[in-house]
């Protein structure tokens, strides 16, 4: 994709490298729950460190008041890191590089970049001060780059730019469904059909098979004229009709609703005006284990029940269980179902896990993004 890699850069030694990071965890209680987008930097951040190259850390949270201390401390763990809360305090960059001198040197780690406007605004003057604190830019956050914001597509044109370890592996991955390995499955599921439809349009002429499951499917039953009684879904005509049309098109031939009576086991035409469908039933479980042990690619977004909700988790993770004993090469991304897979243990039976959510749903639609694009500039 002509996007200049990390090793490409000569010598390191002694620059000031502005790290974009997508730390963007879900914190609890002062400390972070999930750190799986941390570890998935960590390589990166070894490879500057190892090259000598003195490591600024930008990133941000989607809650602009909350502070990024948390996951500092938890960087701290694998690396020496010094916090910075404010960007614009020119004497607490000098001290955490004074640290250094006396002793080991610290990463140095800047606090949530939504704390300033200029961040979301993408204002330059504010992609200027971010340029003035560093001598090279590395974008290593994929998942944050279909954002136009300052640190992803202004600050790159104001530093030699490069994309990180991380990014570099996501387009790979993410890119193979572009010139997929056959039979290639793709998986659709969770519940934000206005994002998700558009890809399944896009890769439906790369796709052998787009099995279509989770919240989405209701929007099908719903275009189809069943009654879908309480379950959530979205009018979306469009996408809906194009894909309704292709032949490569399943859909849940049994879905599992929850009515007053209990959780039962229905066809799609026999859902009732009390039920609410949360998961794809066993007869739509079975279709899909044959899939992906036929498949050579298997492409997944997106949980296919309500797993958060107890009896509705068993699907998604027969899926899993299925796509680990498979011998496709597989990528999953969103956070749900990486999630999951977490929860399980299973993080390292699987060809790629991808960061992304939004980000990886765009570069299969769009087939680049802004941060992508910043960096060829």
Known sequence: MN????KDISDLKGKRVLLRADFNLPIVGGEVRDDFRLKKALPTIAFLQEKGAEIIILSHHSDAAQTLHP???RLNEEFPTYFVEDIYNENEFAKARDIGKRGTKHIIFCENLRKWPGEKGNDPAFAGH?????????NDAFSASHRKHASVVLLPTLLPSYAGMLFEAEVEALS???TPEHPFLFILGGAKTSTKLPVAVKLLSTADSVFIGGALANTFFKKMGYEIGRSVYEDMDKEVAL???SKKLTLPVDVLVDNEDGIFAKKPDEVLLGDKILDAGPEAVKFLEEEIRKAAFVLWNGPLGAYEEKGFAHTTEVLIQAITKSKAYSVVGGGDTIAVISSMGLE????????AGGAM??????????????LKK
């Open 3 to 6: 996007i200049p890699p990390l």
């Open 71 to 73: 996951v500092a401390r």
């Open 130 to 138: 971010l340029a003035s604190l560093g001598d090279v830019y590395v």
């Open 176 to 178: 193979r469904a572009f």
């Open 243 to 245: 894909l309704l049309e």
């Open 348 to 355: 390292d039976k699987f060809g790629f896990l991808s960061t």
């Open 361 to 374: 749903l765009v570069f299969l639609s769009e087939g680049t993004l802004p941060g992508i694009e910043a």
